[in-house]
């Protein structure tokens, strides 16, 4: 596969990183491109011409623009036939926990890591962030027993279903939050970590650290 891809995105955004996980498991040839996420440039009426969401990330190959992270890994799955199966029921399965995650876990772990490192302190609602965290840890701990006795989350291989849940469980050290009810999502995280060219979200993505 030739041609470059392109991948709008920074180093905090873990959504961006499930994509640039992928890109740099697969070998495939990519450039990030920075977002000022902080200072507003996903607002900007520029980047709405490249997302009219105002999100990160997207990625760009040819002329095709693609957002949205369970979007983005589901085209490169199809596209590269990487981190997928062939077996129908596994897709399946691979599809149910793909939305698992953008529903349950990663819009509460995300917006709790955000209001607790990101938001100024005068602005933090804690009973809020108690709320979010506390549903991020149930959706773990639904996680944490299906990896019983299993080494990555749908089947024997590593898919992009473990890349989605992945995007922000590499971040949790920032914060006050426990991960030790979790002994099997550890387990799980260590050996996505040991995977060939995996890098943390800071090392493969810019704007770390942030500069205001």
């Known amino acids: 596969?030739?041609?470059?891809?392109?991948?709008?995105?920074?180093?905090?955004?873990?959504?961006?990183?499930?994509?640039?996980?992928?890109?740099?498991?697969?070998?495939?040839?990519?450039?990030?491109?920075?977002?000022?996420?902080?200072?507003?440039?996903?607002?900007?009426?520029?980047?709405?011409?490249?997302?009219?969401?105002?999100?990160?990330?997207?990625?760009?190959?040819?002329?095709?623009?693609?957002?949205?992270?369970?979007?983005?890994?589901?085209?490169?799955?199809?596209?590269?036939?990487?981190?997928?199966?062939?077996?129908?029921?596994?897709?399946?399965?691979?599809?149910?926990?793909?939305?698992?995650?953008?529903?349950?876990l990663t819009p509460n772990l995300a917006t709790g890591r955000f209001m607790s490192l990101f938001l100024p302190e005068a602005k933090r609602n804690q009973s809020v962030i108690d709320f979010l965290l506390g549903r991020a840890s149930a959706s773990l701990k639904i996680l944490n027993n299906h990896l019983v006795d299993r080494e990555f989350v749908v089947g024997d291989n590593v898919s992009i279903a473990d890349l989605s849940i992945a995007g922000y469980i590499f971040f949790t050290e920032e914060f006050d939050f426990d991960m030790s009810p979790f002994p099997n999502v550890i387990s799980w995280r260590n050996r996505i970590s040991k995977l060939r060219n995996w890098q943390h979200p800071y090392d493969l993505m810019p704007g770390h650290p942030i500069k205001r």
């Not at 955004?13 to 996420?37: R, T």
């Not at 040819?62 to 199966?85: C, M, P, R, V, W």
């Open 1 to 104: 596969m030739t041609e470059q891809f392109k991948l709008y995105c920074f180093a905090q955004s873990g959504n961006a990183y499930k994509a640039a996980l992928f890109l740099s498991l697969a070998e495939l040839d990519w450039d990030p491109v920075f977002v000022d996420f902080f200072n507003g440039e996903t607002r900007s009426e520029e980047f709405k011409k490249i997302n009219v969401m105002g999100e990160v990330p997207v990625l760009v190959d040819q002329d095709k623009n693609i957002s949205q992270s369970g979007a983005i890994l589901h085209y490169l799955s199809l596209k590269t036939e990487l981190f997928t199966t062939n077996n129908s029921d596994l897709k399946l399965e691979i599809s149910r926990w793909l939305l698992w995650d953008n529903y349950k």
